[in-house]
């Protein structure tokens, strides 16, 4: 691992509200002032967004032209309802002028959905120059076979996931015990090729040693692909709750 930025934040997910975004990244590169025609060609994004994520979960969009162009990407995560979609889309919308208000290149993250728009055209290259990686403070009793049952269960979904009519969605659980039940979901944007979402889950789970070892539960997010697993359902159709507590969890940010 190189010398990155690395910070700490305490989080207890009983405090996060629905609308609350996992982490955004807002580019210091790539400062713009907010009466440019840089900002008017982003809220020409955010309005086509907002109106088209919900109805395939996925959109590609861009406003302007030449120098002032803005090329924007949305995506839900595949297992969510257009309901569920169209509601983080408009939060996410929202809240990422928020937080970048002077910035042409800006990212927001949440479990359900994910926002991004620059003025370079990101469309169909992988993106793992940003990192987000929530991961539970507890730690699995039985760490060499937590691990085998893991990277087997990775491996089935992340082949899944290259199949093109998942739509670079793969999902699935394992039973550990008659008690614990392991869930995991991956999920790369849809302008990937097949070989760049494989590349992308692989830098992901390939993260697993640095930021998720031993951990109950951890989530990689990057710009071009989503990794989770929980021993608690967390994905559609939700599992009854076998009663795993959630437990606290951290983040740590990497430039
Ligand atoms: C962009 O603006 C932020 C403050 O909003 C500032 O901290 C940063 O240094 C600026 N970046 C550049 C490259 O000027
Ligand atoms: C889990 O393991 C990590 C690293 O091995 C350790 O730093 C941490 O304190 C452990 N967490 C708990 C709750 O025991």
Redesign the pocket.
């Known amino acids: 691992m190189n010398l990155y930025y690395v910070l700490l934040i305490s989080l207890f997910l009983s405090s996060c509200r629905a609308a609350d975004p996992l982490g955004n990244f807002?580019n210091?590169?790539?400062?713009i002032s907010s009466s440019s025609r840089v900002s008017v060609n982003i809220d020409g994004v955010l309005a086509e967004v907002v109106s088209k994520t919900a109805l395939t979960g996925y959109v590609t969009t861009s406003s302007g032209k030449g120098s002032d162009k803005v090329y924007g990407l949305a995506q839900c995560r595949g297992d969510v309802s257009s309901k569920d979609c169209s509601s983080c889309i408009q939060d996410a919308a929202k809240e990422i002028r928020q937080r970048c208000?002077?910035?042409a290149d800006a990212r927001i993250w949440y479990d359900y959905c994910f926002l991004r728009y620059s003025q370079d055209d990101f469309v169909g290259k992988v993106d793992t120059s940003f990192g987000i990686f929530y991961f539970n403070v507890e730690n699995v009793s039985d760490p060499q076979s937590f691990n085998k049952e893991l990277g087997a269960l990775m491996d089935t979904i992340r082949s899944e996931a290259v199949v093109p009519k998942n739509e670079g969605l793969g999902k699935g659980k394992t039973g550990l015990s008659p008690f614990v039940t392991l869930y995991a979901l991956v999920q790369c944007t849809r302008d990937l090729s097949q070989i760049d979402c494989a590349q992308c889950l692989a830098i992901a789970v390939g993260n697993f040693p640095n930021f998720c070892d031993n951990r109950k539960g951890c989530r990689v997010l990057y710009s071009s692909c989503y990794v989770r697993y929980e021993l608690y359902p967390f994905f559609f159709p939700l599992d009854s709750n076998t009663g795993t507590s959630v437990g606290q969890t951290k983040v740590i940010v990497r430039f």
């Open positions: 807002c210091q590169n790539t400062n208000p002077n910035q």
